[in-house]
């Protein structure tokens, strides 16, 4: 079921509109003498609110031109929120005005062209001087008729760039709201209704709660037969979609969205309740893998009751892709809950068939004369293009930091070729003594994993994937083990193929007892990702957001199949102030491989 | 560009004035919304080409399942679905439009349930009687909007709410189209943007959900043709100017018809929807002149197809594509029922009040029928050579 595609208007302001003015108001006859206390606390709160955001409201300007958007600040380094369409005219370099006037020079650093997000970085005029910000609400705790704020510069009114405010109610959340016929190209999944007046120029503003935290980013507002103005009916990206992108856009990815290799939708538009189902699904995607088929019913999808298309559309997304969520769902009287790794919803150019019919192209509006000359701005220095990303500088920034935080755990970089680990192993039925052995020192890289039998793999001369993929059933760990140690030990250094940061994804440690936990939400830990590429082999490594642990990994012998994952905890001393997992669990598909509990790490 | 609307100024006026509504700024309207929301219907029905919605807003005012709306183009079809607040999806059906008061009475239909029979839906509903005995709103009131505008909402999603003063109470000059439009009852003008397609048949409430009146259509102000945001009081009456036969002598009686009076005896089924005109004697009929498209099914929609020229029709500005809807307030549901209806109902001399669709719009016009032309001698078949 999909709405009828009523046009939906991107709020650009334009130098057009500006001729649209103030129109003259009669002056309101004296107050009333008496004003109900309640109402004159509320009125002080709302003023109170709106002077501590105000400074963090941004006027997005192309450089050295015309305000074209809005935005917010938030954090103290200057890195704001605006829409991806905002962003469009300006290209990377330009200008952000604040309300204290200033006008800084400005980068932009990641993007969601699907969702209409962009990050874009503010200068300081002196050195680390930090920005005033705003803080990140829940848009989950937001409720119909709940008040709003809108704040930006609607119309480029305030050349001053004092922010304009509007102030109305919520009037409905978890809105989904396609832009056109063309799913997938841009949507507002999950996104914020109001009815406070947006217009304009108020694109990439914030929105407010009464308390003045960020609920989402205004973007749209709807209209048909009426003029490009409010309409009554604004829409707003809720910040909680944006917060699962914003490890992306910190680290300058150019993000995709997420698709569950499957489509699905309400099975009879005519039964009494609407029922979503598994309409059609790619055998070679991951919730295939899973268990899921055609006409499987799905009961919730990340924690959200799949009650109609409307929503399943919404909570898918609000991820990027290659993200990891739970999904419920029933075949027959069977209830089974998996984690489904989401596939990417733009399909890359490498998987076009020769030939074959390219898909359209989003609309790019360019400039006449195509896109505007590099502008002479400090902010160029902070520009590096890259295909997939938005700006790679911030990757390589991101990154650095990562990996220093991680530093803090050991540092395996000198010396240390050749790594031992004895202690036990447990597979179930079959259990005893284990010992590894990755060899790097030497001109072929080994590893010897002896567990009831020994097993051997020259990493780099055994190209066969089933080889790679050994000992059977595990995915590749001998592989994995090979690539921690390489992580460890090189520095990035050994990953030719690829050495970047990932953005931010959900992590899940299984419960060390092996048994089904209650709910894999519970498991959840949020994790910074750094990717790598060696030889053929991709791994992703999930660092925790708090401490920079290394939590575990995934390695990819293949695109296409199930990764090995390697679960790291028990971290302990392992020599010389170098901590190490004492415990790792091997995981290959839905099911355990084996937990190796090591007793004695040797390096040298 | 200049801002027109007249209902402008004079709400800026009125929210300075109503600003110390007591606590309202520090009360949000999450339980008002919810609780009204479950009060309220998705109706879907006719159109959805030609920019004609297919969809719009009712209000539930009986635990059985009777649903106000507005007398729209989307009730002309068998096949009206509305969407309940927790998502099931049930039929209902017309029970009785009046057009003067652009209202609209529909019932849940449940299967297995005959026509009138209880349904057992017991849902929460609108104590319409216990409405009509509150006093009406002022200007500077607060209100909110419950809608379905843009078709936003599907299934259990909540409809649109939007907050706003009343900016007026006045009577409603409004047109559709280039047609005036048929109410002309006072009407509460509000400042919030209510009226966007899909919202007629909504629910303006006061600040507690207290039902207050009907949003109106999508329709322009005759006086500074900018749109109009109204609701239709729950109170509304109009009094209007029929003709009444007695005796073989025609006179003209005022009658005032009233919501109230429509809901009260339209949910028992005792409401007959006025004509402005008496019905004719059963016979020959009156002649209207249009032709129809070839009626080829059971239940061919009232298409026109051609007018001919001269004739009533042509007169009342009746054009092809326009579809016939209502005729005196009584759904057409197909040629063969215009037919019927002119035959049994008017004859040569009567004025009828027709409802046509005509692109997006539902326009009344009225036609005074004329005398049937003799049937043409049939040509006859060329000779063949």
Redesign the interface.
């Known amino acids: 079921m999909s709405r009828s595609p009523f046009r939906l208007l991107l709020l650009l302001a334009a130098p057009a509109v500006l001729g649209l003015a103030a129109c003259l108001v009669p002056v309101a006859s004296a107050r009333p003498a008496a004003v109900d206390k309640l109402v004159a606390d509320a009125e002080a709160e709302r003023v109170a609110v709106i002077q501590k955001v105000s400074p963090a409201v941004v006027a997005v300007c192309i450089h050295g031109g015309q305000a074209v958007g809005s935005g917010v600040v938030i954090d103290p380094e200057g890195y704001a929120l605006t829409n991806h369409h905002v962003v469009q005219p300006t290209g990377p370099i330009m200008q952000c005005g604040l309300a204290d006037g200033v006008l800084y020079d400005a980068v932009l650093v990641g993007q969601d062209k699907i969702g209409d997000v962009a990050l874009v970085k503010l200068l300081p005029k002196q050195k680390d001087k930090p920005f005033p910000f705003v803080q990140l609400g829940d848009s989950d705790k937001v409720r119909i008729g709940d008040w709003s704020l809108a704040m930006g510069n609607p119309f480029s009114i305030a050349l001053d760039f004092t922010p304009t405010v509007t102030y109305g109610l919520v009037s409905g959340t978890n809105r989904y709201e396609p832009l056109g016929s063309r799913p997938g190209i841009s949507e507002y999944t999950d996104c914020i209704q109001v009815d406070t007046s947006i217009n304009p120029g108020n694109s990439g503003g914030p929105l407010f709660n009464a308390k003045g935290e960020l609920i989402g980013i205004n973007g749209r507002i709807n209209f048909e037969k009426r003029v490009r103005i409010n309409s009554g009916v604004g829409y707003a990206i809720s910040i909680n979609q944006i917060k699962n992108f914003l490890g992306h856009f910190y680290a300058g990815i150019d993000t995709d969205h997420a698709s569950l290799g499957a489509s699905a939708g309400s099975v009879d538009d005519d039964s009494d309740l609407a029922k979503i189902v598994v309409k059609q699904i790619l055998e070679d995607s991951d919730a295939y893998r899973r268990g899921l088929r055609d006409g499987d019913q799905l009961i919730s999808f990340a924690g959200r009751p799949m009650t109609s298309t409307n929503q399943y559309k919404n909570i898918l997304g609000t991820f990027p892709k290659e993200w990891r969520v739970p999904l419920l769902f029933r075949r027959e009287n069977e209830k089974k809950e998996v984690l489904v790794r989401l596939q990417n919803i733009t399909p890359a150019e490498k998987d076009q068939p020769a030939g074959g019919p390219m898909p359209p192209m989003p609309p790019r509006p360019m400039g006449p004369g195509g896109p505007p000359p590099r502008p002479d701005s400090p902010a160029a220095k902070l520009h590096k293009p890259k295909p997939g990303y938005t700006n790679f500088y911030f990757n390589e920034i991101q990154r650095d930091k990562l990996l220093t935080g991680a530093k803090k755990h050991g540092d395996f970089t000198a010396g240390a070729a050749t790594w031992t680990a004895e202690g036990r192993y447990d597979a179930g039925e079959r259990k005893g003594e284990m010992r590894f052995e990755v060899d790097a020192g030497k001109e072929v890289a080994a590893v010897v994993l002896r567990l009831n039998i020994e097993h051997r793999l020259l990493p780099l001369e055994q190209t066969d994937p089933r080889q790679q993929a050994e000992p059977i059933g595990s995915g590749g760990l001998m592989m994995a083990l090979y690539h921690y140690h390489r992580f460890l030990t090189t520095e990035g250094k050994g990953f030719e193929g690829e050495f970047v940061h990932g953005g931010s994804e959900p992590f899940y440690p299984p419960p060390a007892d092996g048994g089904t936990p209650k709910s894999l939400a519970a498991l959840r830990v949020d994790a910074d990702v750094i990717r790598t590429k060696h030889g053929s082999v991709t791994c992703k490594w999930y660092f925790a957001k708090t401490d920079q642990k290394l939590l575990g990994l995934e390695t990819f012998i293949s695109k296409d199949t199930d990764p090995c994952e390697l679960y790291l905890s028990d971290y302990k001393d392992a020599g010389n102030g170098r901590v190490l997992p004492h415990r790792i669990e091997a995981r290959y598909g839905d099911k355990r491989y084996a937990v190796l509990t090591v007793s004695k790490y040797t390096l040298k | 560009?200049?801002?027109r609307s007249g209902t402008?100024?004079l709400s800026?006026?009125a929210a300075?004035?109503s600003?110390?509504?007591?606590?309202?700024?520090?009360d949000?309207?999450?339980?008002?919304?919810?609780k009204t929301?479950s009060k309220m219907v998705k109706v879907f029905g006719a159109g959805?080409f030609s920019?004609l919605?297919n969809f719009g807003t009712g209000i539930v005012i009986s635990p059985d399942g009777h649903i106000l709306t507005v007398a729209s183009q989307l009730l002309d079809t068998s096949d009206l679905v509305v969407h309940l607040y927790d998502?099931?999806?049930?039929r209902a059906e017309v029970m009785v439009v009046e057009p003067e008061l652009d209202a609209a009475l529909l019932r849940i239909r449940v299967e297995g349930k005959k026509p009138g029979e209880p349904t057992g839906l017991d849902l929460p509903y609108f104590d319409f009687a216990e409405a009509v005995k509150r006093p009406a709103a002022e200007p500077g009131d607060w209100i909110l909007g419950f809608t379905n505008?843009?078709?936003?909402?599907?299934?259990?999603?909540?409809?649109?709410?939007?907050?706003g003063v009343i900016a007026a109470r006045t009577k409603l000059s409004g047109r559709v189209g280039v047609f005036d439009f048929p109410y002309t009852g006072e009407v509460y003008v509000v400042d919030?943007?209510?009226n966007?397609?899909g919202a007629a048949g909504g629910a303006l409430t006061d600040r507690k959900g207290n039902l207050l009146g009907i949003i109106g259509r999508?329709i322009k102000n005759t006086q500074t043709e900018t749109?109009i945001n109204y609701a239709i009081p729950v109170g509304a009456k109009v009094t209007i100017t029929v003709k009444v036969k007695e005796k073989d002598k025609e006179e003209e009686r005022t009658l005032t018809l009233s919501l109230p009076d429509f809901v009260a005896r339209g949910m028992k089924g005792e409401y007959k929807p006025t004509r402005r005109d008496p019905a004719g004697r059963p016979g020959d009929g009156g002649w209207s002149g249009i032709v129809f498209v070839p009626n080829i099914l059971s239940r061919t929609p009232a298409y026109v197809e051609d007018v001919i020229p001269g004739s009533p029709a042509a007169k009342a500005g009746l054009r092809p594509d326009d579809l016939i809807s209502f005729v005196d307030g009584e759904p057409i549901v197909s040629i063969t029922a215009f037919q019927d209806f002119l035959r049994v109902r008017t004859r040569p001399g009567t004025t009828i009040r027709v409802d046509v669709r005509r692109g997006e719009a539902l326009q009344t016009v009225e036609m005074t029928l004329g005398v049937h032309p003799p049937k043409p001698t049939p040509v006859p078949p060329p000779k063949k050579p």
């Open positions: 560009m200049h801002i402008l100024v800026v006026v300075v004035v600003a110390p509504a007591r606590g309202a700024a520090a949000p309207f999450n339980e008002v919304s919810d929301n959805g920019r919605n998502g099931r999806r049930l505008q843009f078709e936003i909402a599907l299934r259990d999603e909540p409809l649109t709410v939007q907050r919030a943007i209510t966007n397609p999508e749109g």
